[in-house]
């Protein structure tokens, strides 16, 4: 006789919990920024849209791809001093993580 708790399904809070982290914390992030280099940061419904949209593509990525916009972001959100010191722009940081974001999904994509 087989249990109904073996054949049961398990529930799947983990995936949408690490995509809830990424959207408060990367997602908006990287909107806000972006939508700073437009003008457009004081419009909330456009930056919780880009947010969602930029979560939505890093939780489906693997641990690595997120460490390093994890650090992309670390970086942008240095103080002017720093980012001086270590000869870094802004504006490049945010292409950068842009560019990591992106680029798997392109390559996705373009590659079929």
């Known amino acids: 006789?087989?249990?109904n708790e073996t054949l049961r399904e398990k529930p799947r809070i983990k995936p949408v919990a690490y995509a809830v982290v990424?959207?408060?914390?990367l997602g908006l992030?990287?909107?806000n920024?972006?939508?700073a280099q437009l003008g457009?940061?004081?419009n909330y419904v456009i930056q919780f849209s880009l947010a969602l949209v930029l979560a939505a593509?890093?939780?489906s990525r693997n641990a690595l791809l997120i460490l390093c916009v994890i650090?992309?972001?670390l970086a942008m959100n240095m103080p002017e001093p720093s980012l001086a010191r270590y000869y870094l722009d802004r504006d490049?940081?945010?292409a950068f993580v842009c560019a990591i974001v992106l680029f798997p999904s392109v390559y996705h994509l373009l590659g079929r």
């Open 1 to 3: 006789m087989v249990r």
């Open 22 to 25: 990424i959207f408060v914390t």
């Open 29 to 31: 992030t990287i909107a």
């Open 33 to 35: 920024e972006t939508l």
């Open 40 to 42: 457009l940061q004081q």
């Open 57 to 59: 593509l890093l939780a």
């Open 71 to 73: 650090l992309g972001v």
């Open 92 to 94: 490049i940081l945010l």
